[in-house]
């Protein structure tokens, strides 16, 4: 019954009880006299839904915690493990941000238990409610990633499969500017000529104004053009499945013949088939998110557009809900014997819980379909190797220099450092000491003639001839001749080459069967240096006409000293 301060009868009260604060247009307030307008109290769905309803709404927020903990799994496994263990992509990664941001639309309300009204009649707003604005502002951006990631994705399947395209660096460019360009000019649009603010739920969600032009139409124009080329794409596998089957021709797959499979037109229908083939075995699962998602955002906008519409549709014309309002006035405000005649004017409620279900369920789907069992096995050996990382064991220093010796580098012959130490003493080289070259034709030369040349020597002095690498005038290297027979330089006829002077250098192979790549210089020709192997540069000897052997200029020993 209505008095002196509500002429209103409950469960309704007068809107001139109440200043213009908060969301004065959410109001659902009907003209019932001259001068008196009675408003529904706030919330509306707690008159228009039974009490379940808010129930159903809190599982969705704890489903969406739970799909957050997924995501923040997935990324973090994609940033910290190996790629072996993850086999990680930007496409991947992106969606499931995209989808994170989406949940946290629904975690932040559950968290910070904001009110949903600003007065008994008034819900609140972005400017009256700061988790209001947050969460609204989660939720569009999440929901226009959403969106963008999957059509990119099915526009990057679609390429491959249809076009034989090889998405590389400019595609992936692309889709980081659209991708997350487009879903920051869409969020600054809703915000700025639409606003968020409590409609169903504790989360807030787009408001009417101007909301079909800024968030709804374009937002299902990319989810139409999801669709279309995600169906082509369908429709080009069934096509070259069923031509597979009426093709006859022998297959060259696994022939020596030359085939060029980067040409359509060169293909047979069995080899199209089996290249389709192989790319769906790998891109199945993000085919699969790809119908998931956009399917929740096409069934969440398509209700929300029409529970819009149909609040809008009883706020311009209040005979409509005529029904329902007196059977308010008549119960005095039990809602439950009127709930019948409120369902004609909003969506039913199996119907809103299961949008609120899918949407926030989207990162269980992405665990599940994304995740791989090697990340689990990926972070237990990354938690089980840190502590035997900073575990430090007291180590004698007749241990470590043990450790030392068995270092497999010093049976390699490759130096540790520059200052000459290529090997432990407690490690034998076998060293190679080569005996100097010398011809048989010197030695017979030596023993037949006791005079050495250039009138040098006593008798009895035999002498083997080596080379010498400073034999030219001015010291000059280039090329080795006789060594004088009279230069001590070089008392033994056997000499140590010095393997160990020099450090060893590993030259990188020009070719490499993990990547293959044409060798970007010629291969070094082998050429034989007379310098390295001590050996002789000039001719043998020969033996004269005369019988005799010949000296190391062409002389004739036995004829140089005559006039």
Known sequence: MANATNPCPPPFLSEALFDNGGFVDGRLCQEVGKGLRCCLPCPMTDWAYPDEFNTLGEVAQWVAVAG?????????????????????????????????????????????????????????????????????????????????????????????????????????????????????????MALVFSGVSFRFGSTCHVNHENSLADLWVPMLIFA????????????????????????????????????YTNSIRTMTPKQAYRRVRRVIQLQWRGIAIVLIIVTDVVLFSVVFVFQDNTVEAVRRDPSTALEWVACLAMMAGDKTQCLDKAGPLVVDM????????????????????????????????????????????????????????????????????NSGKTMDDSVTSSAVTPISPTYSAYNAYSTRSPIGSNGGGGIGGY?????????????????????????????????????????????????????????????????????????????????????????????????????
Request: net charge positive; aromatic share 10%; with cysteine.
């Open 350 to 417: 199996p119907t809103v819980g299961a949008v609120l279900l899918l949407l926030s369920i989207n990162g269980l789907w992405l665990l599940l379909l994304l995740g791989r069992w090697s990340m689990v096995t990926g972070w237990r050996d990354l938690l089980m190797t840190v502590p035997q990382r900073n575990k430090r064991e007291f180590v004698s220093v007749d241990a470590r220099m043990d450790d030392l010796k068995k270092d497999t580098r010093s049976y390699e012959r490759l130096s540790r450092e």
């Open 68 to 188: 957050t903990a997924c995501c923040v799994f997935l990324l973090l496994s994609w940033i910290i493990l190996p790629v072996e263990k993850t086999h990680r992509h930007y496409l991947s990664l992106c969606l499931t941000t995209a989808v994170l941001f989406m949940n946290l639309g629904f975690v932040i309300p559950l968290a910070a238990q904001p009110d949903e009204c600003y007065d008994a009649i008034t819900p609140n707003s972005m400017q009256t409610n700061s988790p209001c604005a947050v969460s609204g502002a989660f939720l569009i951006f999440g929901g226009w990633g959403g969106v963008m990631w999957v059509f990119l994705r099915s526009l990057s399947l679609h390429l491959q499969i249809c076009w034989q395209v090889v998405v590389g660096r400019n595609f992936m460019w692309f889709s980081q500017a659209t991708g997350w360009g487009i879903p920051i000019i869409g969020i600054i």
């Open 224 to 259: 139409g053009l999801t669709i279309f080329i995600q169906f082509a794409t369908f429709g080009y596998c069934i096509k070259v499945y069923l031509a597979s089957l009426a093709d006859n021709s022998a297959s060259t797959e696994n022939s020596n013949l030359p085939s």
């Open 463 to 563: 002498r083997s001839p080596s080379l010498s690498r400073n034999n030219a005038p001015g010291g000059d290297t280039a090329s080795p001749g006789p060594r004088n027979y009279h230069d001590t330089g070089n008392h033994s006829g056997r000499r140590t080459p010095d393997y160990f002077g020099s450090t060893a250098r590993y030259h990188v192979p020009t070719r490499s069967f993990s990547s293959p790549r044409p060798p970007r210089s010629p291969p070094p020709t082998v050429t034989w240096d007379a310098r390295d192997t001590y050996a002789r540069a000039s001719p043998l000897p020969e033996e004269s006409p005369y019988g005799q052997v010949q000296g190391a200029y062409g002389q004739q020993p036995m004829r140089m000293n005559r006039i």
